[in-house]
Every structure is written in structure tokens, then in C-alpha cells.
């Protein structure tokens, strides 16, 4: 049974700094690319990073390009986002997602469909 269980969420202060990781359990970690969603109240969940399989390649939404690391460690099976300079409109649930790939080592994955896992979700709370 494939789980994948995010940790790392809270409350802090505009310009602050978290660490978000996700363990993943039940599946060959390193077959798969990995990504962090976020979901506000009321809006869409959206994308905000991903990882290729080989941890080689890295891929950013646009509004958190500069700000937000995502990086895996393989022997750990696990997969990290540090998220700085944080901002108000950073409020949301963030969730991990893996997505196996076959062939193309260095695929990223950007869009919702193409996940096949996904994690429970952890909140981050940004006040101004």
C-alpha cells in the first residue's frame, strides 16, 4: 500500500521560513518523480514544484520560483520543499504527489493528472 505522508506545516510570519517533507512508503521511491501542490480555501489546487526521478532535474511554478527549493534524498525516500521569504498568499494545504516514470529519467511532471499518488496534505499558514 503506497502512502505518502507530508509533515512540516504551521503558522508563521510573513518573510519567515518552513520545511515541508514527505515520507513515502510502499513504492520504489526512486521510479518515481515527485511534486508539491498547494490548495487554498476556495481555490484550485495548483502547482508548485517537482522533482524528476533522478533528482536532476527541477521544475518551479512561476510564483514561487526563487523562493522555494524542492530536493529529495532517495535513501530516505523522501522528498523536501523549504519554503522562504514566505508571503500571505502562500496560505494553503500543501500536498505531495509521486508519479511513476518509466523511461525518461528526467521527466517533471507539472500537472494534477498526471500523479498517481497523493499525500493527506499539511497547512501552512502565513500571517502579514
Known amino acids: 500500500q503506497v502512502q505518502l505522508v507530508e509533515s512540516g506545516g504551521g503558522l508563521v510570519q510573513a518573510g519567515g521560513s518552513l520545511r515541508l517533507s514527505c515520507a513515502a512508503s510502499?513504492?520504489?521511491?526512486?521510479?518515481?518523480?515527485m511534486g508539491w501542490f498547494r490548495q487554498a480555501p476556495g481555490k484550485e489546487r495548483e502547482f508548485v514544484a517537482a522533482?524528476?526521478?533522478?533528482?536532476?532535474?527541477?521544475s518551479y511554478a512561476d510564483s514561487v520560483k526563487g523562493r522555494f527549493t524542492i530536493s529529495r534524498d532517495n535513501a530516505k525516500n523522501t522528498v523536501y520543499l523549504q519554503l522562504n521569504s514566505l508571503k500571505p498568499e502562500d496560505t494553503a494545504v500543501y500536498y505531495c504527489?509521486?508519479?511513476?516514470?518509466?523511461?525518461?529519467?528526467?521527466?517533471?511532471?507539472?500537472?494534477?493528472?498526471?500523479?498517481?499518488?497523493w499525500g493527506q496534505g499539511t497547512q501552512v499558514t502565513v500571517s502579514s
Open positions: 504527489a509521486a508519479k511513476r516514470v518509466q523511461y525518461n529519467v528526467n521527466y517533471l511532471p507539472t500537472r494534477r493528472h498526471e500523479y498517481n499518488y
Open positions: 522533482i524528476a526521478r533522478s533528482g536532476g532535474s527541477t
Open positions: 510502499g513504492l520504489t521511491f526512486g521510479s518515481y518523480a
